[in-house]
């Protein structure tokens, strides 16, 4: 599997694209980013100086299917997940596939992360399907 990262720092406006990524790297990658510190820093920050929460993308660039994790306040965490899908509209009537279909989930732990994470990395899309819907 193929897969590409990127980076929000919360004092820079431009996402940092990491570019490929194996799979052996992703938890690493992970673990070795100062959650904290950003977290901090953006405590004691003028609003202007912030552009985003710190945020890890990750995705797997065969499939399309990719997570954005987003520290909010050392305890919480947002779980963003895209992949393809083919979605209902008009009742149901038609079909379409949206390449960028997006959910998320609010309220997550650390562990929660890295539980979304592993599924990614071990390709276990239906774990991500049904943890965020």
Known sequence: ??????F???F???IIEIG???KNEIMEKFEDIPWKE???KMKIAKQSEIHYSPSLE???KDNRNGLSVSALDGIEWYIFYKRPKLVKKFFGLIEKMDNNYLTEI???TENDVRNCLEAL?????KFLEEKIK
């Open 121 to 125: 990395i071990k390709n276990d899309l």
């Open 38 to 40: 950003y977290l901090e």
């Open 8 to 10: 929000c720092d919360p």
């Open 106 to 108: 609010h309220g997550q």
């Open 1 to 6: 599997m193929n897969f590409r990262a990127s």
């Open 20 to 22: 490929y990524i194996s």
């Open 58 to 60: 990750i995705e797997n």
């Open 12 to 14: 820079k406006p431009d």
